[in-house]
């Protein structure tokens, strides 16, 4: 059974930066994808970003591309997300999200393609 475990959410201002982790733990050596999905009060959840932990390729939300990266790091089982020039519309609980496996083309922030969810970490940008 997969379990993820955030940290890493804080309070910054306009401007600053955060990490964010995901420890990963039960899941087989297999290659899958481990994303960054965040929701703010009243809106949907929206992917941030997510990589392939076998190939590490990546993929972005246009809302964060050339701010935010995400990583990992395959001898710890973490994925990270350092976020920079944060902004007051990047508030939102954000939720580290993993598959069971490889992923259509084009799905890469389809909620329905991760089966696995951790309990969220709070960033707040004010």
């Known amino acids: 059974h997969v379990q993820l475990v955030e940290s890493g959410g804080g309070s910054v201002p306009a401007g600053g930066s955060l990490r964010l982790s995901c420890a990963a733990s039960?899941?087989?050596?297999?290659?899958?994808?481990m994303g960054w999905f965040r929701q703010a009060p009243g809106k949907e959840r929206e992917g941030v970003a997510t990589?392939?932990?076998?190939?590490?390729?990546?993929r972005y939300a246009d809302s964060v591309k050339g701010r935010f990266t995400i990583s990992r790091d395959p001898a710890k089982n973490t994925v990270y997300l350092q976020m920079n020039s944060l902004k007051p519309e990047d508030t939102a609980m954000y939720y580290c999200?993993?598959?069971?496996?490889?992923?259509?083309?084009?799905?890469?922030?389809?909620?329905?393609?991760?089966?696995?969810w951790g309990q969220g970490t709070q960033v707040t940008v004010s």
């Open positions: 999200a993993a598959t069971s496996g490889e992923i259509r083309y084009g799905t890469w922030f389809d909620r329905a393609e991760y089966n696995y």
């Open positions: 990589i392939s932990t076998d190939w590490g390729s990546t």
């Open positions: 039960g899941y087989s050596d297999r290659d899958i994808w």
